[in-house]
């Protein structure tokens, strides 16, 4: 790999008017992450060190995503959309450091490869002044075309401009190229307007680096590579390549899948060895899961910790902050919010446990509730190692139950209980011998009195 140094320009100044949001296009998601999350992680992997992102007027939030990835960020604003070639120059002052190469992105094309971008580092490694992506689409309708002779790349067109026999050249230009720093500026600034949309094009930095005696070159790569959005539409296809991308790399890393295509996952979800998922499960982002844990069927997981050989599901619902610990046991309904369970506790069915630590094997009974909260702020609930909340408890916090403790069921416990004693909060049962008989007898009676009524 080249030793260059490496400055990234992001294109984001676009409206993105075709997706039909409020939010700036670029702050979508996909796997969890923001359209621009992914482009300047793919960047920086990459080896862009230097990055810049241009963003268009108004567009606050974009510059505050930018600097929440990437602090070292420089923000750059294009005030009119005259072109790609004039966006790149907006951010001029990170091009006057002249960089080694110079790797300009598509905000909206987030499935950009390490590997890919590494080809075009090495296309300019090689002697080239540009290199430009080149795919092959299914329907070339739209794109650049790439002209090419012996010597590589001629120009690039666009659809617009292009000629009937330029049109039918099916050999596209993906958007992203990179450029060589120490002619960069050179270039840009001879880049012109003459076209049918009178935009200072990006593409025709291959024309202009072939008019100087320099080399142009076309990396080819998948479609998938390049595929960028523009509706909503596009932002679903793309989700299902990145989920493709995604389920295979875990499957790769020993994940064991009965049916990938209905696991969901985060860019940042991470396995331990020898874990199992079922069918229908989705991993928000922020889940780590430790070796031999397994995953069953309709669960939903997110900003969770499940310690090793953990079982979580069928229909489990990890929020932000649940942390369980090695073979704990999260059943059928049951909910578990910033709560820590310590090894071996179990919660197998109906139960909600929020703020809390639940100590290591204690049981959790059906129907347990941690009540934490009283409508205006949130209380903790500290369940000792060993303890038994039996079904159908009220736990109200803040409330402590001690190691060892036994909980009666159908308690609601107010105050805190001394480990290993029992509490139990429940009125006196009564009972009525032949009560129901008596009943039953009567109800019979009384249809037959009405059925006799009717005769005539
Ligand atoms: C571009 C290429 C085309 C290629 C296609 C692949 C040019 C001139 N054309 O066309 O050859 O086949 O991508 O998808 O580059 N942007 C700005 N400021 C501007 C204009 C654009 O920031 O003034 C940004 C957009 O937000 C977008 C990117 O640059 O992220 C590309 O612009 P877009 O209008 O999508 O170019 P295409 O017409 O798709
Ligand atoms: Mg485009």
Request: glycine share 12%; with cysteine.
């Amino acid at each position: 790999m080249t030793d260059r140094s490496c400055l990234a320009i992001v294109l984001a100044a676009g409206e993105g008017v075709r997706m039909r949001s409020r939010t700036p296009k670029v702050l979508h998601t996909i796997g969890g992450r923001t359209l621009l999350d992914h482009v300047l992680g793919t960047a920086m992997a990459a080896g862009g060190a230097d990055l810049a992102v241009v963003i268009g007027p108004d567009h606050g939030a974009v510059a505050a995503e930018a600097k929440r990835i990437a602090p070292q960020v420089s923000i750059f604003t294009q005030r009119e959309r005259l072109g790609t070639a004039h966006a790149v120059l907006s951010a001029r002052a990170a091009l006057d450091k002249a960089p080694g190469d110079i790797l300009v992105m598509f905000g909206d094309t987030p499935l950009i490869r390490v590997e890919t971008l590494k080809q075009l580092r090495s296309a300019l490694a090689d002697g080239a002044a540009v290199a430009v992506l080149g795919f092959r689409p299914a329907d070339p309708t739209g794109y650049g075309r790439l002209i090419t002779d012996k010597n590589g790349l001629l120009a690039i067109r666009e659809h617009k401009d292009a000629s009937e026999a330029e049109r039918a050249i099916g050999f596209c230009n993906g958007g992203l190229m990179a450029l060589a720093g120490e002619h960069a500026l050179a270039i840009l600034a001879r880049i012109g307007n003459q076209n049918a949309n009178k935009e200072y094009y990006l593409t025709d930095a291959v024309a202009v680096a072939r008019g100087m005696g320099l080399s142009a070159v076309a990396v080819e790569t998948s479609e998938d590579d390049v595929r960028g959005i523009n509706t909503k539409a596009q932002l679903a296809e793309a989700e299902a390549v990145l989920q493709k991308r995604l389920r295979s790399a875990a499957m790769d890393a020993g994940v064991t899948m009965v049916a990938p295509e209905t696991v969901f996952l985060s860019s940042d979800t991470t396995f331990g060895k020898n874990v199992t998922i079922e069918p229908n499960v989705v991993f928000a982002p922020g889940v780590r899961i430790e070796d031999d844990a397994v995953i069953r069927s309709f669960s939903h997981l997110e900003g969770a910790h499940v310690g090793k050989g953990a079982r979580v599901g069928p229909f489990a619902r990890l929020r932000p902050g649940a942390k369980l610990g090695t073979d704990v046991h999260i059943g059928n309904f049951v909910e578990i919010k910033a709560a820590t369970i310590e090894d071996g506790a179990k919660a197998n069915h109906l139960a909600y446990i929020g703020d809390a630590r639940v100590g290591a094997g204690a049981n959790i009974g059906a129907g347990t509730i941690t009540c934490n909260y009283d409508g205006y702020a949130k209380h903790k609930t500290d369940i000792g190692a060993g303890a038994f909340i039996g079904t159908n408890s009220s736990l109200v916090a803040p409330v402590k139950i001690g190691d060892g403790a036994y909980i009666g069921s159908g308690s609601v416990i107010t105050q805190d209980v001394p480990g290993d004693s029992l509490a139990l909060e429940r009125s006196q049962q009564t009972v009525k011998q032949g009560w129901a008989k008596r009943l039953r007898e009567e109800r019979l009676a009384r249809k037959k009195d009405a059925a006799d009524a009717k005769k005539p």
